[in-house]
């Protein structure tokens, strides 16, 4: 699992930990929505690589997926090593180049290649049979997207047989699927290998002066080069216990306005992602909290309130509040993401913003009212989304 993304867009809350690291919907961090994808599909022996600021994100594994190791399985943070000489990753290709003796450990015939971030179920044994059916080198995810979408998205091109005929990042113009000139076939960044293959190729990749030695800019391209890449339609994977509105739902989370909206995602009374199903669970932190309370009447409604969190004469609406929470009586909170610890006031207005762990929202104080004067002190996104970062004192 590539999980190294020092995730520039989603400042503030990278300012103190790496992008897989970041909270998301209320219990987890968005690492564990892939580890439970891997985990559910039987990917049993994985490996995180991790580079940018990955103390919270190696404590979170080590706390959160520890595993017995009864039948050889596990799951461990690797960080760079500088393996083949005194440097850090400098890309991601480069990251599974240096951790090569991982591979070499186990010998597997195929490597399933996972990006650690995005939000989704999906069933990877689904496509490791697919992979192995087209007799590709390298098969990649791909999911449906309007083509007015899919310009900052890897796009690729793909024959009826499958073979990926053209691979380009972040086209100006994204080719169209074959049976509909609206939509675009946009990587997942997921992939699986068949590992003599993906050795050769990061190899070849390595020796190569001009590469920036990325999974997607470098590696694939070079398997579509060769007639050696296979499309693998998210559409095909079926997915235990998915209901027909959350069928096929992924999201990429690497803006602020792309986080929050998909925090909005869960809070509907249909929402479009559903937490709730049980035959493949999103697994994520435990933590010995009492159960949420709610304090003298108030209001709160289409939203998520974490274990420990204690809401009190107030009004929530469709917002996700963490655990460990404290809203006072008389704050008013609509559309917000409050994150772990944070405190809200009495008295206090909250609109349409991220609140990151331990923020502390002072009485009768107003975000996301006057956005004009939020920007002269805070992070607001273009969508108008006010953030806060870790700890800090809102007055």
């Known amino acids: 699992m590539l999980a190294g993304g020092e995730g520039k867009r989603l400042f503030p809350l990278t300012a103190d930990r790496a992008k897989p690291a970041v909270p998301f919907g209320g219990t987890y961090r968005l690492i564990d929505f892939v580890l439970s994808n891997l985990v559910n599909g039987g990917c049993e022996r994985i490996c995180v690589l991790t580079q940018y600021k990955s103390h919270s994100l190696d404590r979170h594994i080590a706390q959160t997926w520890w595993s017995s190791g009864f039948h050889g399985e596990y799951i461990t943070s690797v960080p760079a090593q500088q393996r083949l000489g005194k440097r850090w990753f400098t890309g991601s290709a480069d990251a599974i180049l240096q951790s090569l003796n991982l591979v070499y450990d186990e010998d597997p015939d195929y490597l399933v290649v996972f990006g650690a971030d995005h939000v989704y179920r999906m069933d990877p044994a689904q496509m490791v049979a697919a992979h192995i059916e087209s007799g590709a080198g390298a098969t990649v995810a791909a999911i449906r997207v309007p083509r007015g979408e899919a310009s900052s998205l890897g796009c690729i091109d793909a024959d009826e047989s499958g073979q990926i005929t053209r691979f380009v990042e972040k086209p100006a113009d994204p080719p169209a699927v074959a049976d509909d000139p609206a939509v675009t076939l946009a990587s997942m960044g997921n992939y699986v290998f068949t590992t003599e293959a993906l050795i050769e190729a990061l190899r070849r990749d390595s020796a190569d002066e001009d590469s920036q030695h990325d999974m997607g800019g470098n590696i694939i391209p070079a398997f579509v080069e060769r007639g050696d890449a296979a ?79 204690i809401v009190k004469a107030t009004a929530v609406s469709g917002s996700v509040i963490s655990t460990d929470v404290v809203i006072e009586a008389g704050a008013v909170v609509q559309n917000c993401v409050v994150m772990p610890g944070a405190r809200i006031n009495s008295g206090a207005v909250v609109r349409n913003a991220i609140l990151d762990k331990n923020v502390v929202v002072s009485a009768e104080a107003q975000l996301g009212v006057d956005l004009t004067r939020d920007r002269e002190r805070y992070s607001v996104s273009e969508g108008g989304v006010v953030t806060i970062g870790k700890g800090v004192v809102v007055g």
């Not at 959350?246 to 990429?252: A, S, V």
């Not at 509907?268 to 932190?285: A, Q």
């Not at 009492?290 to 420990?308: D, E, L, T």
């Open 231 to 309: 499309v693998y339609d998210f559409r095909d994977n079926d997915v235990p216990g998915a209901t027909d509105r959350d069928r096929g739902y992924w999201r990429d989370v690497g803006t602020i306005d792309a986080f929050f909206d998909a925090h909005m995602d869960l809070v509907s009374p249909n929402p479009v992602f559903t937490l709730y199903n049980r035959r493949w669970p999103i697994r994520g932190e435990t933590s010995n909290l009492p159960p949420a309370k709610f304090i003298g009447g108030g209001s709160v409604q289409n939203s998520v309130v974490g274990a420990g969190s």
